[in-house]
């Protein structure tokens, strides 16, 4: 799968690229422990830390970074960044704009009186023929002062100009400066095919499968780990 991000020529050396979300893990998955005593289990067990799939869903994809750092006081936001004149017309110079609440009205993303945000792009991104763009929330970022809204978007049709990229700002009492450099959406291709479901009770092959499996399972832990985790990952 090849991914091509391109900017305004002006930008090539300013901004921060977009890279593998792995790049982009928090801190504290971090300095997690990785078994924590449990009161109810009377030892200790392990964490998030060490499930693979909450880790693999963090690193899956590219995550797109924020451009430049951003100031947050008071409700208001704002910016000092110069951008030198640019080639292409109609293109962003402000980090980040915002949606009337209007439109969200009506859905469970209004929440009250949330203001939703526009994370401008500054890259275009082309995937391949036949695949679209999943665009998410950070995976288990709630840390992050905002949650992005989920979009899909046929970047394999549509990527002459940048996507942007709308979140509900979720914490009015956040201060403090959002970072250059930090992930601001997780992205990854889908392919863009007709799914085919069946549903069917198991087979008597299936139900010994099972058994095996859920035996392997409860006699210790890391069978998914060291039988069934993929070695080579997207992103």
């Given at each position: 799968m090849n991914?091509?991000?391109?900017?305004?020529?002006?930008?090539?050396?300013?901004?921060?690229?977009p890279v593998p979300a792995r790049a982009t893990l928090p801190e504290w998955l971090r300095q997690m422990a990785p078994r924590v005593p449990s009161s109810l289990h009377r030892r200790a067990i392990r964490t998030v830390k060490q499930c693979p799939p909450f880790v693999d869903a963090m690193t899956h994809g590219f995550t797109v970074l924020l451009p430049c750092d951003v100031t947050v006081a008071a409700g208001k936001f704002s910016w000092d960044w110069s951008l030198p004149p640019l080639a292409t017309y109609g293109h962003p110079r402000a980090p980040l704009s915002f949606h009337v609440p209007e439109q969200i009205a009506g859905s469970p993303l209004a929440q009250g009186q949330h203001s939703v945000i526009k994370f401008n792009s500054f890259?275009?991104?082309?995937?391949?023929?036949?695949w679209s763009l999943m665009v998410v929330h950070p995976v288990n970022r709630d840390d992050l002062p905002f949650r992005l809204v989920t979009g899909l978007v046929d970047a394999d049709r549509f990527n002459e100009v940048g996507i942007n990229f709308?979140?509900?700002?979720?914490?009015p009492d956040f201060a403090g400066v959002l970072p250059?450099?930090?992930?601001i959406a997780q992205c990854y291709p889908v392919p863009r095919e007709t799914l085919t479901i069946v549903c069917e009770a198991m087979s008597a092959a299936h139900v010994s499968r099972y058994d095996a499996l859920a035996e392997?399972?409860?006699?210790?832990?890391?069978?998914?780990r060291k039988g069934f985790r993929a070695k080579q990952r997207a992103g």
């Open positions: 991914i091509t991000f391109r900017c305004d020529p002006s930008l090539i050396d300013l901004l921060p690229s890259w275009t991104i082309e995937l391949e023929m036949g709308p979140a509900v700002w979720s914490d250059r450099g930090m992930p392997t399972i409860l006699s210790g832990p890391g069978a998914y």
